[in-house]
């Protein structure tokens, strides 16, 4: 069983960044397409962005293209997202996920495997 654990959500102003981790154990994300998905308060969950298995291809959201970037390090078995111009529509829980098959993905996507989630808020 895959085990994924997301860290470096906090607040910050508008036009801040962060850089979101998820690290994995119980299997290497390099053999898998990871995900980041958000839940806005209110809102359902929404797909942000994947990097696919091996060198695949990387997805994003109209809503985040240009300003979010999704990285992984094999070595650390950990995906990144980074965030840059971050805006208070930003706002929200953000969960890793990682699956066999390759992005992107419905909102309502069944991921294989999921994290708890770190949240992020940015004020104005």
């Known amino acids: 069983q895959v085990h994924l654990v997301e860290s470096g959500g906090g607040f910050v102003q508008a036009g801040g960044s962060l850089r979101l981790s998820c690290t994995a154990s119980?299997?290497?994300?390099?053999?898998?397409?990871t995900a980041w998905f958000r839940q806005r308060p209110g809102k359902d969950r929404e797909f942000v962005a994947s990097?696919?298995?091996?060198?695949?291809?990387?997805y994003y959201t109209d809503s985040v293209k240009g300003r979010f970037s999704i990285s992984r390090d094999d070595d650390q078995n950990t995906v990144y997202l980074q965030m840059n111009s971050l805006l208070p529509e930003d706002t929200a829980v953000y969960y890793c996920?990682?699956?066999?098959?390759?992005?992107?993905?419905?909102?309502?996507?069944?991921?294989?495997?999921w994290g708890k989630g770190t949240q992020v808020t940015v004020s104005l």
């Open positions: 996920a990682a699956d066999l098959a390759g992005g992107p993905f419905p909102d309502d996507y069944g991921m294989d495997h």
């Open positions: 119980g299997g290497a994300l390099s053999t898998f397409t």
């Open positions: 990097t696919s298995w091996g060198r695949g291809p990387t």
